[in-house]
């Protein structure tokens, strides 16, 4: 049943009709993978430039018609048109003058100083519990844990496939 198929779809292809235009005597060039043309093949020499290749066809006679067409071009314009202008306007200028002190003069800050806090603080108070003698309290220390059995891991390797996955043959025993 494999075979059938396989056959019905050799036939499909070969009963294909040919859509490509031929490009002027490059009709099969050297060879196209079909192993007839090529360097060294049934015409001996290299029979891909000999007459049985695409080089020996003439190439066919196309007529050609030279077609005129008007394009606009940019013509510059000999009188000045209006441009608009921006009109000056006034500008303030700012500037840094420094006024010299002939001596240091104290200045009072009031130390410290208040601080306006945005968001509402909320004071805690801490409450002093009497106790009549203190009394240990256990906390849990991380102790080593020893483990006397050793339990195998399995480590997964990754494989790049054998000798035969780089088309040779199928013959992996030996890699």
Known sequence: MKLLICLMLIAAVFAEDDKN??????????????????YGSYEGEYSGLSEYSGYAEHAPIVK????????????????PYPVKVAVPYPVVKTQTVHVPVDRPYPVPVDRPYPVK????????????????????VKVAVPQPIYIKEKVPVAVPVKSYGSYASYGHSGY???Y
């Open 21 to 38: 235009v031929k490009k002027r005597g490059l009709s099969y060039g050297l060879d196209l993978g079909l192993g007839y043309g090529g």
């Open 64 to 79: 050609t018609q030279i077609v005129t067409k008007t394009v606009p071009v940019a013509v510059p314009v000999p009188k």
């Open 117 to 136: 806090v945005a968001v509402p603080v909320v004071k805690t108070q801490t409450v002093h519990v009497p106790v009549d003698r203190p009394y240990p």
């Open 172 to 174: 992996d025993s030996y």
